[in-house]
């Protein structure tokens, strides 16, 4: 009963990860201060092969599109090493692919390693975050791991309460996500509170 008047309240199961996209589209690639591109063949190179994946991707030709969306993940780490932050962007579009394809293994190592090069404390709220927490989440989701999915739910809902406030919308769209998921696993007494909690932001933002 409470599931269903939190889905009439508005706030029902939304794919977070195109919200963040939305709100905060330099989500997925935030150069620290200060750094420029380095010149080098590989990062020209590197520039081009995107492109060439993307518009592969939107061709549904999946398969021509993993080897260029690969090579310019490689060719980004040869020339700037593991751990940097513009490794983001490429890290992105192949676990995207990956996703796409149903391929969660693979789509959740890249999203891990994203989060480990953006903001690898729990604490952290960078907005960079949002987008693999999102995914990992209904990544989790998907198959049914509602352990994993839970876990990076409440991460979710923790970084839109520290970006956002404990009253944004936002946080409430996050509260039913986490909450169906404690109900999928048949832990009720957990989702309940859940459900409340959002339904009270929602009517407190309503005109």
């Known amino acids: 009963m409470i599931r269903r008047e939190a889905a009439r309240a508005g706030c029902g199961v939304l794919v977070l990860f195109q919200v963040a996209l939305v709100m905060w589209p330099g989500a997925m690639l935030v150069p620290p201060a200060g750094a420029g591109t380095p010149p080098g063949e590989d990062l020209e190179a590197a520039a081009r092969l ?3 994946g993307h518009a592969a991707v939107a061709r549904e030709a999946y398969a021509e599109a993993e080897p260029l969306l690969r090579g310019a993940l490689a060719r980004v780490e040869r020339a700037l090493g593991p751990d940097d932050v513009r490794l983001i962007g490429p890290l992105a579009d192949l676990a995207d692919l990956y996703f796409g394809e149903r391929r969660y293994a693979e789509a959740a190592s890249l ?6 090069i953006a903001g690898p404390a729990p604490e952290a709220d960078d907005p960079a975050l949002l987008v693999p927490v999102s995914a990992l989440a209904q990544l989790y989701r998907e198959q049914g791991q509602l352990s994993d999915a839970a876990t990076y739910y409440r991460r979710l809902v923790a970084i839109f309460t520290r970006l956002m406030g404990p009253e944004d919308i936002h946080v409430a769209f996050g509260l039913v996500n986490l909450a169906d998921v404690y109900a999928a696993d048949g832990r009720d007494p957990e989702a309940e509170p859940l459900y409340r909690r959002a339904i009270a932001i929602v009517e407190q933002l309503a005109p």
């Open 50 to 52: 995107p492109a060439e």
């Open 111 to 116: 999203y891990q390693r994203w989060i480990a």
